[in-house]
């Protein structure tokens, strides 16, 4: 069992950074893939960025790629999300995602979610 609980969300101008954190509970964090995807009002959950267990592999969306950068810190249980260079159309909820596997990392199928945070990014 893996609890999430997102923060760091907020309101930005465009062209500006934000920092989301994700922290788990459960001492088996460091077992599970993570994911970050978002979800604009009326449009579909879709993938934003994940990481394997380890590390060593990461994976973004185009639409973010060059911007967002995903890490974890398994001594500490978090999972991180730098944004920079922020755009109007990033304006979601955001959330954290955890899976055993790797298969299908893009896909919203995975085991465990947070909450949400809410990030807004102003023209």
């Known amino acids: 069992q893996v609890q999430l609980v997102e923060s760091g969300g907020g309101l930005v101008q465009a062209g500006g950074s934000l920092r989301l954190s994700c922290a788990a509970s459960?001492?088996?964090?460091?077992?599970?893939?993570m994911g970050w995807f978002r979800q604009a009002p009326g449009k579909e959950r879709e993938f934003v960025a994940a990481?394997?267990?380890?590390?060593?592999?990461?994976y973004y969306a185009d639409s973010v790629k060059g911007r967002f950068t995903i890490s974890r810190d398994n001594a500490k249980n978090t999972l991180s999300l730098q944004m920079n260079s922020l755009k109007p159309e990033d304006t979601a909820v955001y959330y954290c995602?955890?899976?055993?596997?790797?298969?299908?990392?893009?896909?919203?199928?995975?085991?465990?979610w947070g909450q949400g945070t809410q990030v807004t990014v102003s023209s």
């Open positions: 459960g001492r088996t964090f460091s077992r599970y893939a």
């Open positions: 995602a955890a899976k055993r596997s790797v298969d299908a990392i893009y896909r919203p199928q995975y085991d465990y």
């Open positions: 990481i394997t267990w380890s590390g060593g592999r990461t």
